[in-house]
């Protein structure tokens, strides 16, 4: 947009300075309104995800044979569901992803 501006004082310039202004400001609004948008996207693919690994967790140990509970303690078995499901709903702190 450098060529519609006035490059003399007392030049009038191709474009109005309000003009200007009212594409800067558009332009600022639909790059905003795309961030959110972006935000709003991953934040729902984020739960669907999780809701999903799981749902398909549970399901295939619901669906595990006799055999398989009669060979693995009860403990092991809510172990491994709680350790694979801990990073999805607690999230680390900032620290710690820092290694501070």
Do not use: E
Request: proline share 6%; glycine share 6%.
């Amino acid at each position: 947009m450098a060529w519609a501006s006035p490059t003399i004082d007392g030049d009038p310039g191709k474009m109005k300075n309000s003009t200007l202004i009212l594409v800067y400001a558009g332009l600022a609004f639909g790059s905003s309104f795309f961030v959110a948008m972006r935000s709003i996207f991953v934040s729902l693919a984020g739960v669907f995800v999780a809701q999903k690994y799981f749902l398909d967790m549970i399901r295939c140990l619901f669906r595990a044979p006799m055999s398989f509970f009669d060979a693995t303690p009860a403990g092991r078995i809510l172990n491994r569901v709680c350790v694979s499901s801990h990073p999805l709903l607690k999230p680390k702190k900032l620290t710690q992803k820092m290694d501070i």
